[in-house]
């Protein structure tokens, strides 16, 4: 398994991460999953996936936080982060992309789009 197939799905809502974790794994994809910031950050240094899925609204520490942690490592500059939130106002969409990260989906989002993304990304990765 190398990086460069290892998706990190992080939402504290055990029905997203479920959901989003079976449409990635369905797709042939490598996914681990945290249930919070702080878990997330802690998996993120461990495994240094490719792409991480990151809910902004979660317990520990929030999505906008993680972010900005992980683009303070240089070893993780490579990490592609798409934060996920139910957030859509476009000051939510500027905060999180002002924090570093690559993307902003907001909730609902189509389970097809996440893997169109994920394959996008990780085939560029590639």
Do not use: C, W
Request: hydrophobic letters at 45%.
């Amino acid at each position: 398994m190398t990086q460069n197939e290892t998706i990190l799905v992080v939402d504290d809502e055990p029905f997203i991460l479920r959901s989003l974790s079976f449409v990635l794994r369905k797709g042939n994809m490598n996914v681990l999953e945290a249930r919070n910031g702080e878990e997330a950050l802690a998996m993120i240094r461990e495994h240094k996936p490719a792409l991480v899925f990151l809910d902004v609204m979660m317990p520990k520490m929030n999505g906008y936080d993680v972010v900005r942690e992980v683009r303070k490592d240089e070893g993780l500059a490579d990490v592609h982060l798409v934060l996920l939130t139910a957030k859509g106002q476009e000051s939510d969409r500027v905060t999180g992309l002002e924090s570093g990260a690559n993307d902003y989906l907001t909730k609902p989002f189509s389970p097809s789009r996440i893997l169109e993304l994920a394959r996008e990304i990780l085939g560029a990765a590639s």
